[in-house]
C-alpha cells in the first residue's frame, strides 16, 4: 500500500507541474506596433501608470495624444528591439501566460532573410500590448 501511495503522489505532483507548464495564455490587444521608435536600445517595458505611459511615450517619440488604457484593470508590457541596421525586422509578443507567481511574456524577432530585400533605412521596432493588471513579477522570454 505504501509503494501505490507513493507513486499517487508522485502521479500528482507530475500532474500539477504539467498544468503549470501546459497554462492557458491570457488574452492581450495590441496597442501599438511598429518599425520607428525613438528607443535605440533593446529594451522589454511594464507600465502600471498612466505617469509611467506618457514618459514612455516622450521616450518613445509619440507625439500628440496617447491610446487611452485603463490602469486600474490592465496595464501595457512591450517590446523595443533598439535601432536595426535595415528594413526587413520586426518583433512581435506571441504569448503572456502565468508560471507560478509570474507573469511571462514571450516575444520572438523576426530578421531579414539572406535573399530578401531590405529598404536601407535604420528602423527601431516595437510591439506594445494591454494585458489585465498583474501586480507581480513580469518575466520576459525570447520564443521561437
Do not use: N
Not at 528602423?123 to 489585465?132: K, S
Request: glycine share 10%; charged share 20%; proline share 6%.
Amino acid at each position: 500500500m505504501r509503494v501505490l501511495d507513493r507513486c499517487s503522489a508522485a502521479a500528482a505532483l507530475f500532474a500539477v507541474s504539467c498544468l503549470t507548464v501546459l497554462a492557458d495564455p491570457l488574452p492581450f490587444k495590441t496597442v501599438d506596433r511598429g518599425q520607428y521608435s525613438h528607443i535605440e536600445r533593446p529594451r522589454q517595458v511594464v507600465v502600471r501608470s498612466a505617469a509611467d505611459w506618457a514618459m514612455l511615450a516622450k521616450q518613445h517619440g509619440r507625439g500628440g495624444p496617447q491610446p487611452s488604457i485603463d490602469f486600474a484593470h490592465t496595464m501595457v508590457v512591450g517590446v523595443f528591439l533598439g535601432t536595426r541596421p535595415t528594413g526587413g525586422y520586426g518583433v512581435e509578443i506571441t504569448r503572456i501566460e502565468r508560471q507560478g507567481a509570474d507573469l511571462v511574456v514571450t516575444w520572438r524577432e523576426r530578421k531579414p532573410g539572406a535573399d530578401e530585400m531590405s529598404a536601407q533605412v535604420i528602423t527601431a521596432p516595437y510591439h506594445l500590448v494591454t494585458v489585465e493588471k498583474f501586480d507581480g513579477v513580469v518575466r520576459f522570454t525570447l520564443g521561437t
